[in-house]
């Protein structure tokens, strides 16, 4: 699993901030409807309770506390608050819903062993709690649904924030690749420019030392036809055909050359 920064908590998602806001109003509304006479006097101290939940909750969802401390002091007075309500009138166990809430939170602010950490430790209130008031095995029974979504929401925010950084670590590999790619293509093209110019030059050595060397048979051939032309005319004759062949052949290959050296 990879750890996510303390100092960056996460931005609850759309679906999650809903879910959370609801299970908020469930909560406050069958408090306020509650109709057994026993609990009517304590109204006003639940309302106050459960509105002092809801605005630290939403503030420190909105604005999470910059320090580590400062989220753990939060996590404590919550929790302190949701055993406050169940002392005053176990029979709301319904109220242990909260720490689900909590446990939400805790993925949002915490990573890795901290986060897992003060879920566990949300778990043992809530089935600590209800197991005191209602005994050992109702309050196990009532605790199952609670204590799933204990594990169910902060395993989607890991889940969520697991698949949105390889999301981005994918991005950057692309991005990566795509650089390299590009510094690749330039790379081959000025090979391609050099291996090029190479080529040229060699054809251009290639074509001055050919061209001298026939050049030079050339003027030897006419010599000896001009010396001959004076002394045997006759044999003069062969020694013109080999200067047409070898001049013939010193364009042709003069041609090719100059064909390779083309772009």
């Not at 908020?24 to 939940?53: H, K, Q």
């Not at 400062?70 to 009138?89: D, E, G, K, N, P």
């Not at 043992?124 to 029974?141: D, W």
């Not at 040229?200 to 030079?216: C, I, K, W």
Request: one cysteine or more; proline letters at 4%.
């Amino acid at each position: 699993m990879q750890a996510n920064s303390s100092s960056q908590p996460l931005k609850p998602g759309l679906v999650g901030a809903i879910t959370v806001f609801v299970l908020l109003a469930a909560a406050i509304a069958r408090t306020m409807v509650w109709t057994e006479t026993d609990i009517r006097s304590l109204l006003p101290y639940y309302l106050g309770l459960e509105s002092a939940f809801l605005v630290i909750f939403t503030l420190t969802l909105w604005r999470p506390p910059a320090r580590r401390p400062w989220r753990h002091l939060t996590f404590v007075i919550q929790s302190a608050i949701i055993l406050s309500l169940l002392s005053l009138y176990s029979h709301l166990d319904f109220l242990t819903s909260f720490f689900i809430l909590l446990s939400y939170q805790a993925a949002l602010f915490f990573t890795g062993r901290t986060c897992w950490t003060w879920i566990g430790f949300f778990v043992l209130l809530l089935s600590g709690s209800l197991m005191f008031y209602k005994g050992t095995f109702k309050g196990l029974s009532l605790s199952m649904t609670p204590l799933v979504g204990c594990i169910i929401f902060p395993a989607y925010i890991i889940a969520a924030n697991e698949i949105e950084t390889a999301r981005v670590r994918s991005q950057a590999i692309l991005k990566e690749l795509q650089d390299k790619n590009q510094r690749l293509k330039e790379y081959t093209g000025q090979v391609e420019e050099l291996t090029a110019l190479e080529e040229r030059n060699r054809l251009a050595r290639e074509l001055n030392d050919s061209v001298s060397q026939t050049l030079f048979g050339i003027i030897l051939i006419i010599d000896s036809a001009l010396i001959l032309l004076k002394r045997e005319p006759e044999r003069a004759r062969p020694k013109l055909k080999k200067l047409q062949g070898s001049t013939l052949s010193a364009l042709t290959e003069m041609r090719s050359l100059i064909a390779h050296l083309r772009p």
